[in-house]
């Protein structure tokens, strides 16, 4: 198997997991923030639904010239959310899927004017940003899902059916599926 099927597979697997917590994201909890410097829930499910295809779509080409600015849009609704991953997943496989092994490991390059901010294989870059278990949105649970339940605005460990947050007086939404 080749490092970019590999590394396709590892992505479908976090796909199926990422697709489970943005199918718990509530509607009516999009424009949560827990902080107010912070993106929204809306925003930060969003991005994490496009980072796939977005990764891929970086890695693909030869390198930045400079660091990307991004302007994150907030989900207008959470129905939105799985069709942007399955668009996001297929486009990563569409832009990785043809490249070999050797591809693979070339190195690519961020900079910032002539300054080299980073150079490392194709590959790593993937892995690193795409697929990390540290960073991975299946990993962190959305990361903001997860501090919305510390501060006892969802639910993240109801299966499937709704249930109440259990002890906490800031009951503002639930995740339940």
Do not use: C, Y
Request: glycine share 10%.
């Amino acid at each position: 198997m080749s490092i970019i099927e590999t590394l396709l597979q590892e992505l479908e697997q976090e796909a199926q997991t990422t697709k489970r917590v943005l199918e718990r994201v509530p509607d009516t909890q999009l424009g949560w923030k827990p902080h107010p410097k912070s993106m929204s829930l809306g925003q930060l499910a969003l991005h994490i639904a496009t980072v796939p295809g977005g990764v891929a779509q970086i890695a693909a080409g030869p390198g930045l010239e400079e660091p990307p600015h991004f302007e994150q849009p907030a989900a207008r609704t959470a129905a939105e959310l799985v069709p942007a991953l399955d668009e996001s997943v297929a486009r990563a496989r569409g832009l990785l899927g043809g490249m070999d092994d050797r591809q693979a490991m070339e190195m690519w390059t961020l900079k910032s004017g002539d300054q080299v901010l980073l150079t490392i294989p194709r590959a790593a870059l993937l892995r690193a940003i795409m697929l990390n278990p540290l960073v991975s949105p299946s990993r962190s649970a959305v990361g903001v899902p997860a501090a919305a339940e510390r501060a006892g605005a969802v639910n993240l460990r109801a299966q499937r059916r709704r249930e109440p947050v259990r002890g906490t007086s800031r009951r503002v939404g639930l995740i339940g599926g």
